[in-house]
């Protein structure tokens, strides 16, 4: 694969779209929704329907025995509940790890005495200009739960390994989840000297 797949952004890429007009659709609270007419490289038209979300962080809670700090809460547009890593969404401005920090304390009581960047990924680029950002937090301490006054979750904590076995198995659903744990098993096979495509599975 060529480095170019990689390093090509904005106007620099060859599939380069331009906006030419652009319609406001929707101004909430969390997202802005619009709709953008665009020039495709070869000169034709195309519409984009975009969702504008300040983005958010997700947080892989280890403690002292190899357990995830896991939430469930209901999920309005699946209708049902989902267990998840403690995750919220940035406000305007805000530090990625100060949000993850904050998010952590308000939804399980915890703080972190080591706070690790995993990196982020796009949750859906086709439609979506959201942002998720990931950490380890270890070294934990605990105190009281700040929720919010909509936020409604039971907490728990979960092996690591089993956790891990779960979302092979397709029991987790949840993007943020998924991504973040993979990520730290991944970081521990390496630092363990094993090839993560011929390490065994948990």
Not at 67 to 89: D, K, M, N, W
Request: one cysteine or more.
């Amino acid at each position: 694969m060529k480095d170019d797949l990689i390093r090509a952004r904005g106007a620099d890429s060859q599939f380069y779209e331009r906006l030419t007009r652009r319609t406001p659709i929707y101004d909430g609270r969390i997202i802005q929704v619009h709709c953008d007419q665009v020039e495709l490289p070869g000169g034709n038209l195309a519409r984009r329907e975009v969702v504008e979300h300040l983005g958010g962080v997700g947080v892989v809670a280890l403690d002292e025995q190899d357990r995830v700090l896991l939430v469930r809460q209901y999920r309005y547009p699946f209708s049902r509940e989902l267990i998840e890593i403690p995750a919220g969404s940035l406000t305007r401005g805000e530090d990625p790890a100060d949000c993850g920090r904050r998010e952590l304390l308000e939804e399980t009581g915890a703080t972190a005495g080591r706070f690790t960047p995993l990196g982020s990924f796009l949750p859906s680029p086709a439609v979506s200009s959201q942002v998720l950002y990931l950490y380890l937090a270890e070294q934990l301490t605990f105190g009281p739960m700040h929720l919010d006054d909509d936020e409604f979750l039971t907490v728990g904590r979960m092996p690591f390994r089993t956790l891990v076995q779960r979302i092979l198995a397709g029991e987790i659903e949840d993007a943020k989840t998924i991504i973040g744990i993979l990520k730290v098993w991944s970081m521990r096979t390496f630092e363990g000297g094993t090839d993560p495509g011929a390490a065994p599975m948990p």
